[in-house]
């Protein structure tokens, strides 16, 4: 990749990450997948849609919607 991740970046310019799924992601491809990025920012796409746009998030950011997720706080999006 040349220059730096950002936003809407075409998934597949991001190349020699290791892109991971939820162990609870269902078998038809219903979930999100993360990568971690040089520099620790991480990379969010749509499972369905590899090659379509990134989300790039920082350390920071991530680690507080994890702890959000954790604390219940988006448990009105999937009832």
Known sequence: ???K????MSAAALRDVTWRKSAR???YGNCVEVAVLDGGD???RNS???DGPALVYTKAEMA???AGARDG???DLVD
């Open 48 to 50: 369905r849609f590899p």
């Open 1 to 3: 990749m040349t220059g």
């Open 25 to 27: 992601s269902g078998q």
């Open 42 to 44: 991480v990379a969010v």
């Open 73 to 75: 706080e988006f448990d």
């Open 5 to 8: 991740a950002h936003n809407g």
């Open 64 to 66: 507080a919607f994890v």
